[in-house]
């Protein structure tokens, strides 16, 4: 079976609803998404603040993580 990210993304609509709900009973929940193999996760994590950004405005602090072998970083140090 070949993952998709797109096939999956619908998944996620039951946490949208219900973080959203926590945020706005004034909790302040963390999610924690991966993938497979972790190379879709930052687009996953993506579309998720978006989705989560639309009954809650400005609730998902997301910043996106860079899309290019060169504005990665290079080492630690």
Partial sequence: MVWSTQS???YLE???VKIAQWIQEGRT???FL?????THAPEVA???????NKPVP???LFTPW???QE???DSLF
């Fill in 8 to 10: 999956t993304l619908h």
């Fill in 14 to 16: 039951p946490w949208v």
């Fill in 29 to 31: 929940p963390y999610m």
């Fill in 34 to 38: 991966h993938t497979p193999s972790n």
């Fill in 46 to 52: 993506a579309y998720f603040a978006e989705q989560l």
């Fill in 58 to 60: 400005d609730s998902a």
């Fill in 66 to 68: 860079p899309e290019t």
């Fill in 71 to 73: 504005a990665l970083q």
